[in-house]
């Protein structure tokens, strides 16, 4: 497995047009100067080297590609235990299962399978928010009811955003159990319609 990256059009992949390629829901949003940096980390690190391609009348350009070590990491973290963030719809996620997913259809349906059972236990919640009312912060053009309404919206856009992430959970998995019949099917509970007093706050996390 050889990963080619370019500062040129047409040797490797060219950072530009691999970014872009992306569909409108699958994408790095990252820009040129992050990935240019982390390469040169990755190189630092002997993860990825890369040779100079002289290009005639503008700049050489610098193809990249993994080396026998960064196959390893990358083999690696995409084989070690994925665990799911406090936060439904985490960033973390869509990495692990569209980059690690890509290695092996067993390595996908482990993301997938951890990542539902998480969620089925921590966030398969009302949509009815308890326990959150407004606080006036002092600001006298603030209507505190409003501010409360708009409160709640905003939980309930979470709940509908989590509620269709849990069902596309659902769906995937059962699509990619089918197709791989001798992995046994996982076992997941409906937590509760309603939560109760014990239902803890999600945690804030840190993102890289």
Avoid at 35 to 52: M, N, P, Q, T
Wanted: net charge negative; with cysteine.
């Amino acid at each position: 497995m050889c990963s080619r990256f370019s500062h040129g059009r047409h040797s490797g992949y060219d950072l530009r047009w691999w970014m872009e390629r992306q569909g409108r829901y699958v994408g790095s949003g990252v820009q040129l100067p992050q990935i240019y940096r982390r390469l040169s980390a990755l190189v630092e690190r002997g993860l990825v080297e890369f040779d100079i391609d002289p290009r005639e009348g503008r700049p050489d350009a610098k193809v990249y590609r993994m080396t026998a070590a960064g196959h390893a990491e990358l083999l690696a973290w995409a084989r070690s235990p994925f665990k799911p963030a406090p936060r439904p719809m985490d960033r973390d996620f869509k990495l692990r299962f569209l980059f690690a997913g890509q290695l092996g259809r067993d390595i996908a349906i482990d993301i997938l399978r951890t990542e539902l059972a998480y969620r089925l236990e921590h966030d398969n919640l009302s949509p009815i928010a308890t326990g959150q009312s407004f606080h006036d912060p002092q600001i006298p053009e603030l209507n505190s009811d409003w501010a409360s309404e708009v409160h709640l919206m905003a939980h309930e856009h979470g709940y509908a955003s989590t509620a269709g992430h849990i069902a596309w959970l659902r769906i995937t998995l059962a699509r990619l159990e089918a197709e791989h019949p001798d992995r046994p099917p996982v076992r997941t509970t409906t937590a509760a319609a309603t939560p109760t007093s014990n239902d803890s706050e999600e945690d804030e996390t840190t993102h890289l």
